[in-house]
């Protein structure tokens, strides 16, 4: 599975965009990137995922660079309920076309008023 | 409304006894995932099903066993074989398990404690 690298934490403040980096360098053609966001003691929540085009809902914006080694999760106006862990995570493929989502420890950000 | 339900929210157990978390999704999702999350760390993979009547070990399949009778259910009995299993435990599904690029969601959770 190929692995993710998330700095442990960032802190932003209210209002600004806050931006998210994730290194996936090992990441295959097929793989597709999801962010996920936890807040203490519930479950992960889908944020946006991508595969090689620049993709936007309603709550972020997901830029993956060209040659598909990193990633950046783009809050556009973070508040304080953004405060959670969020994953970076590469979608895996097992045999017989299972899939897993393989999760790191993930990166902490902080919102501050 | 549509989702995830996990119960119990928190369980005690005491050491030798099997315990048994429910996870039931109104959703129609084909694949149900069961993560373990111990505190500061990330998920990892205890077991997963694509369909009915079919499961997986994940990556920490040791002391834990599942049925996957129903599609909208897919329980997970920790056994007393299991030697650490004080922890969070998250049920998730996903909507096809053979297309790379579908979504996978959690429900809120239960917390395990050995006592």
């Known amino acids: 599975d190929a692995k993710t690298t998330q700095p442990p934490s960032m802190d932003c403040a209210e209002g600004r965009a806050a931006n998210l980096p994730c290194n996936h360098s090992?990441?295959?053609?097929?793989?597709?990137v999801y962010w996920y966001r936890q807040i203490h003691s519930q479950g992960p929540q889908y944020i946006i995922h991508?595969?090689?085009n620049n993709e936007t809902n309603e709550m972020a914006s997901l830029i993956i660079t060209e040659d598909r080694k990193s990633s950046t999760l783009i809050l556009p106006h973070a508040t304080l309920r953004d405060t959670a862990v969020y994953y970076c995570?590469?979608?895996?493929?097992?045999?017989?076309?299972?899939?897993?989502?393989?999760f790191g420890k993930g990166m902490k950000l902080t919102v501050n008023p | 409304d549509g989702g995830i339900t996990q119960s119990p929210k928190y369980l005690f157990r005491k050491e030798g006894q099997n315990v048994t978390l429910s996870c039931e999704q109104n959703l129609n999702h084909d694949a149900m995932y069961w993560y373990r999350q111990d505190p500061g760390q990330g998920l990892r993979l205890i077991y997963y099903?694509?369909?009915?009547?079919?499961?997986q070990k994940g990556d920490i399949a040791e002391g834990y066993s599942v049925s996957r009778e129903k599609k909208e259910s897919f329980p997970l009995t920790v056994t007393s074989a299991q030697k650490n299993p004080t922890a969070f435990y998250l049920c998730a599904s996903s909507p096809r398990a053979r297309f790379t690029g579908n979504t996978i969601y959690f429900g809120e959770g239960s917390w395990l404690t050995v006592v």
């Open positions: 099903s694509q369909i009915v009547n079919d499961f």
């Open positions: 995570i590469v979608r895996a493929v097992r045999e017989g076309g299972s899939e897993k989502l393989v």
């Open positions: 991508g595969l090689k």
């Open positions: 090992t990441i295959s053609g097929n793989e597709y």
